[in-house]
């Protein structure tokens, strides 16, 4: 029997929902998250077709679905938003992904939205410049923020100021079965070591975005697969972690650019 959301923050007219175990078959383990302030309401990361059903069934149980107000697409990844179309179609909602993607996303619906439908993929999509921007939700602000390189070229975070929480999509992702918090770092870390250095473009980039996190008033850093980090220790130990290690191009050599035999 499926699970209610985890709840990361409600404060009353400001909410954040988790849902952690939609996924079935061969599909890997991914989190999807609903923000919600006052009367509008921001889908992160809706995945594709192994999601939707039982997504889109859970959130109309805790909002509108045709209201649904934004969806936040972090990168172009099929468990991202290979799910698209069915949402276009659906919901009334705006999709804010970065501007690299943005003149990409009609491939990801079909034909008929246009022709018999009436869905302009270009009139729903809200292209983010690289530094990022700010998103109206409700009462509330919340922040897309720069990851780009990690592991995507055009690649944005969420930050929501009201419950300090950054949804970081595939930074600080770990290869595990739940999503409860993690306790004991160094126990944690064999399941996510080997994800970020082949994911994550070099050392430069992890430097500097965890440079740029250490600054922010951040109570929680939530991946889109696997658990969060809850509290200043571990995303201490996270930021300290990653800020130091190589990966990505950092461990290329000419041996891994020859002829295959």
């Not at 990409?104 to 270009?122: D, Q, R, W």
């Amino acid at each position: 029997m499926r699970r209610e959301p985890i709840v990361l923050f409600d404060n009353g007219s400001h909410q954040c929902l988790m849902f952690d175990d939609l996924v079935s078959g061969d599909g890997i383990q991914s989190n999807q998250f609903l923000i919600i302030d006052h009367d509008q309401h921001l889908l992160l990361d809706p995945g594709g077709d192994l999601t939707y059903a039982p997504l889109s069934m859970e959130l109309s149980k805790h909002i509108p679905l045709q209201d649904l107000t934004y969806i936040f697409a972090s990168h172009q990844d099929p468990d991202i938003i290979a799910s698209l179309d069915k949402w276009l179609l659906h919901t009334r909602a705006r999709v804010i992904c970065s501007k690299l993607w943005a003149r990409f996303l009609p491939h990801l619906t079909a034909s008929y939205l246009s022709k018999s439908m009436g869905v302009n993929t270009f009139d729903r999509v809200i292209a983010l410049p690289d530094r990022g921007q700010s998103i109206t939700l409700g009462k509330s602000e919340l922040k897309a923020v720069p990851a780009h390189f990690l592991h995507s070229v055009g690649n944005f975070q969420l930050y929501d100021p009201v419950s300090k929480i950054l949804f970081s999509g595939d930074m600080g992702a770990s290869l595990v079965e739940d999503a409860s918090p993690v306790s004991d770092f160094a126990q944690h870390l064999p399941s996510m070591e080997g994800f970020h250095r082949r994911y994550m473009a070099s050392n430069k980039v992890c430097r500097l975005w965890a440079q740029m996190v250490s600054g922010m008033d951040v109570a929680m850093i939530v991946p889109q697969h696997g658990r969060p980090f809850v509290g200043p220790q571990m995303i201490k130990a996270f930021l300290e972690w990653i800020a130091g290690l190589e990966c990505g191009m950092d461990l290329l050599t000419q041996d891994d650019y020859q002829l295959p035999r």
